[in-house]
């Protein structure tokens, strides 16, 4: 029986995924038909089929097909600290989520459908992600997907810890981002990023770490289209407006609340009116904010001195630095330097395989 995932569907996902980078070799220069798969991505890409890779493929979900005998499954995936990029191309079948997954492994699964056509199903009703639209799922509530045909869906995986405030959200399992310039544009960046760590796994420290930072920043950006958890439409507007003002100035140690709100044009007692009650404070939201560029900066290649790692993070001097970074990371900047260069990335478990999950500890 002929495979559903030949040579050709690969050379065409390896082309999605570069976004253009990456042609086909024409007809005549050691192509057959033009789809020639390159080694390297044949090394990198994990075959499944059957039911065994249906059970192997499922890790947090049950998997489903009409033919299980005729199941086909490539996958590629790239583990970016805590976060996972990964693409799959697999034949017609249906997952289904409960709510919850092992403990402390909560996560969101992010992905564009850029093949094939995919149907979510949930509580609230049913929804259509057709090609180019970008839909997630979470483990914290009930849902089930299906895939038509031959699928491609990819995306990027995030514990759930990573996007505060959108617990109605997640809650609901699945849903889809709206069609905007922003969604649009992350999928192909998505896709774009896992190409090139597949191609080129060894791009350093300092890129791995601003990969991770990155791709939170995203995620967290594709949820802002969101309201917040019990948030009045302006509130949630204005907030998402000081996050966009923080990601921009926080570099800047002259800027501070005075100038966000002046920026705004709101009051400072309008600006904290808006914040109370919430989790997290505006300063500690700028201090986190900066504390994460200074991470970055630190693991940066080649080593950059405390004084310039401040000087591009927003704090005052290396000084102001070293104190902020010590008490809320819990160790000096050295330490953490030194720590980052010793231990390898923690890898996201959401797309393990099935046997690769570690479990629950005893």
Known sequence: MARALDDAEMVAWLGRLSGGLWVPPAAGEGARDGATVPEWFSAEVMRLDGPLGMLQLSNFGTMSAADPDAFEAALLRRSIGATMLYSTLETSHTVSYEVGAPEGMDIIILGTSNQGGQRLRTAAGVQLMSVGRMGF???????????????????????????PGYQHALAAGAGMFPDTPLTRAAGAALGRMLFEWA???????????????ALVALVRSLFRQFPGDGETDRAGLVRAAADRIIER???DAAFGIAEL??????????????????????????????????????????PQDLATVAAQSGFADAAALRAQFTRHVG?????????????PPRLAEAMLLSGEQSGPSA
């Open 137 to 163: 799922m979470s483990s914290l509530g009930a849902s089930s997907i299906e895939h038509f045909g031959v699928s491609e869906t990819t995306g990027v995986v995030v514990p759930v810890s990573a996007v």
């Open 199 to 213: 191609k080129d796994p060894d791009q350093g420290e300092g890129a791995l770490a601003g990969t991770e930072a």
């Open 249 to 251: 100035r926080h570099r």
């Open 261 to 302: 709100a002046a920026e705004l044009h709101v009051s400072r007692r309008q600006l904290f009116r808006l914040y109370a009650g919430m989790d997290e404070s505006l300063a500690a939201r700028l201090l986190r904010r900066r504390l994460v560029t200074a991470r970055e900066q630190l693991v940066s290649t080649p």
């Open 331 to 343: 160790v000096s900047p050295s330490a953490f330097r030194m720590a980052a260069r010793t231990q």
